[in-house]
């Protein structure tokens, strides 16, 4: 009887698993009822590129990206920054928001989640490099030699890309595994968040963050470290990198 018993337990859990492993497959790619009623919206379906284009204007991409797996892929080019498809950026504008993305990078990427993008200003590979905006930084900090420049980690994963860097504790999962980015956008302040923790925080209108300003490539720019609207952008570096729950929603007001 004891025998049966176990028998019965094991299948019982076997099935809970299983069930467990149906509903989180489902999950991918979709709101809850909960999210839907706080207005979060999402930006990919897992199955078409609808809601976004090439940053260099027209449609979407023909090449450099794909959907595969109810993931938006990168495709592999050496690692050539926007070398090939280029960079993709939503049909419309965000201003105050809280954006969330997972990302699964393979070794040795690097890429990028970029927010208040302006696509007027391209001015690095005489244009053909990505356009001018803040960027949540995704990398492989272990093989990218990019982890090792900047200053102070401004380069590392999770960090706002040459201004501010991530905390050194930040909780990153292995190369390989899904990570999930969020930010969180509100008048003059901003938040970076990864796998659930806080890891940088900055007011566009401190005096902390108009010294960090002063003394990066990004002063030559009137309009970069104003907030306001501007395009959200995924980075084609030209290395694998996976996206998918990509979701956003739109936040009241302004303030702190």
């Given at each position: 009887?004891?025998?049966?018993?176990?028998?019965?337990?094991a299948?019982?859990?076997l099935?809970?698993s299983l069930?467990?492993?149906?509903?989180?497959?489902?999950?991918?790619n979709?709101?809850?009822?909960k999210e839907?009623?706080e207005?979060?919206?999402l930006?990919?379906?897992?199955?078409?590129?609808?809601g976004?284009?090439s940053?260099r204007?027209g449609?979407f991409?023909?090449?450099g990206?794909a959907?595969q797996?109810?993931t938006l892929?990168?495709?592999?080019?050496g690692?050539?920054e926007?070398?090939?498809?280029?960079?993709i950026?939503t049909t419309r504008?965000?201003?105050n928001?809280?954006l969330?993305?997972?990302?699964k990078?393979?070794?040795?990427?690097?890429s990028?989640?970029?927010y208040?993008v302006?696509?007027?200003?391209?001015?690095?590979?005489n244009g053909h490099?990505?356009?001018i905006g803040?960027?949540?930084?995704?990398?492989?900090?272990?093989?990218h030699p990019?982890?090792?420049?900047?200053?102070?980690g401004?380069r590392?994963v999770?960090?706002l890309y040459d201004m501010i860097?991530?905390a050194?504790?930040?909780?990153i999962?292995?190369v390989g595994?899904w990570?999930?980015?969020?930010?969180?956008?509100?008048?003059?302040h901003?938040?970076?968040?990864?796998n659930g923790?806080?890891?940088?925080?900055?007011?566009?209108?401190?005096?902390?963050?108009q010294?960090i300003?002063a003394?990066s490539k990004?002063k030559?720019f009137?309009s970069y470290?104003h907030g306001g609207?501007?395009?959200i952008?995924l980075?084609?570096?030209g290395?694998p990198?996976?996206?998918?729950n990509?979701k956003?929603r739109?936040?009241?007001g302004s303030?702190?």
């Amino acid at each position: 009887m004891l025998f049966v018993m176990k028998r019965v337990v094991a299948a019982v859990v076997l099935s809970l698993s299983l069930v467990a492993s149906t509903v989180s497959a489902q999950a991918v790619n979709t709101l809850t009822q909960k999210e839907k009623t706080e207005g979060w919206r999402l930006l990919f379906d897992g199955k078409t590129t609808d809601g976004w284009r090439s940053a260099r204007g027209g449609g979407f991409p023909s090449t450099g990206w794909a959907v595969q797996d109810g993931t938006l892929t990168v495709t592999e080019t050496g690692g050539e920054e926007a070398g090939n498809g280029g960079d993709i950026v939503t049909t419309r504008t965000y201003e105050n928001f809280e954006l969330q993305v997972d990302f699964k990078t393979s070794p040795g990427a690097n890429s990028g989640i970029m927010y208040f993008v302006d696509l007027d200003l391209m001015p690095w590979h005489n244009g053909h490099g990505s356009p001018i905006g803040f960027e949540y930084q995704v990398l492989d900090d272990a093989l990218h030699p990019d982890a090792k420049r900047g200053k102070d980690g401004d380069r590392t994963v999770a960090s706002l890309y040459d201004m501010i860097p991530a905390a050194k504790d930040k909780p990153i999962k292995p190369v390989g595994e899904w990570n999930t980015a969020r930010i969180v956008v509100r008048g003059q302040h901003g938040e970076h968040w990864l796998n659930g923790v806080k890891v940088l925080e900055y007011d566009l209108d401190s005096p902390e963050f108009q010294a960090i300003l002063a003394g990066s490539k990004y002063k030559v720019f009137p309009s970069y470290g104003h907030g306001g609207k501007g395009y959200i952008l995924l980075q084609d570096h030209g290395f694998p990198v996976w996206f998918r729950n990509v979701k956003v929603r739109e936040l009241a007001g302004s303030g702190r």
